[in-house]
């Protein structure tokens, strides 16, 4: 069975930077898009970016570009997102996601979740 | 680039039938087969449940479809049970630079 395992959680001031990581288990990590999702706490799905590991073509949606960057080393089979200066409105809980066709469109696979608490 | 428009709730008693609907624009929903459908449970991931507009995966029950007219998809789910009280979200490919948008989410109760 396919399987994302996400970092544990992490509290962190603003300001601070911090990088939370994804492995894929039992399938091809690779060759097919990998993405991020935030959710604020008691709010919606919102999606960030995607990245194909089998060749790093990385895209963001335009809320998120800038603010994080998304990459992936595909000889560990594992996606980070990461952030250079955290602020307070970054807390949320974020989840990696992989599709499982051609698509970068659909998210067959979630990960558990890693829960960002940025609080001075 | 706004978020798809989903009712903020629907509810519905057990073994009726439910759609909770996801208008968007000719830019995403209209102009693509692209869309799917999550079910979020409290404290949990969300789980796909439709793609590509009407592909149900392996393992998720024949009780959940998935169609689109016009810039407008819709899931329904008959045969309501309890364990289908959740979040539902849509989301769409759009030709926008975001990729890929979602809903704001729809909360279904099971009456």
């Known amino acids: 069975e396919v399987q994302l395992v996400q970092s544990g959680a992490e509290v962190k001031k603003p300001g601070e930077s911090l990088k939370i990581s994804c492995k894929g288990f039992?399938?091809?990590?690779?060759?097919?898009?990998i993405g991020w999702v935030r959710q604020m706490p008691g709010k919606g799905l919102e999606w960030m970016g995607i990245i194909y590991p089998g060749d790093s073509d990385t895209r963001y949606s335009p809320s998120f570009q800038g603010q994080v960057t998304i990459s992936a080393d595909k000889s560990i089979s594992t996606a980070y997102l990461q952030w250079s200066s955290l602020k307070a409105s970054d807390t949320a809980m974020y989840y990696c996601?992989?599709?499982?066709?051609?698509?970068?469109?659909?998210?067959?696979?979630w990960g558990h979740g890693t829960m960002v608490t940025v609080s001075s | 680039q706004s978020a798809l428009t989903q009712p903020a709730s629907v509810s519905g008693s057990p073994g009726q039938s439910i759609t909770i609907s996801c208008t968007g624009t000719?830019?995403?929903?209209?102009?693509?087969?692209?869309v799917s459908w999550y079910q979020q449970h409290p404290g949990k991931a969300p789980k796909l449940m439709i793609s590509d507009v009407t592909n149900r995966p392996s393992g998720v029950s024949n009780r959940f479809s998935g169609s689109k007219s016009d810039n407008t998809a819709s899931l329904t789910i008959s045969g309501l049970q309890a364990e289908d009280e959740a979040d539902y979200y849509c989301?769409?490919?759009?030709?926008?630079?975001?990729?890929?948008?979602f809903g704001g989410g729809t909360k279904l109760t099971v009456l």
């Open positions: 996601a992989s599709a499982y066709t051609d698509s970068s469109t659909a998210f067959h696979f």
């Open positions: 039992r399938y091809s990590f690779a060759s097919y898009w």
């Open positions: 989301s769409s490919y759009t030709s926008s630079s975001t990729e890929v948008i």
């Open positions: 000719s830019s995403d929903i209209g102009g693509y087969n692209y």
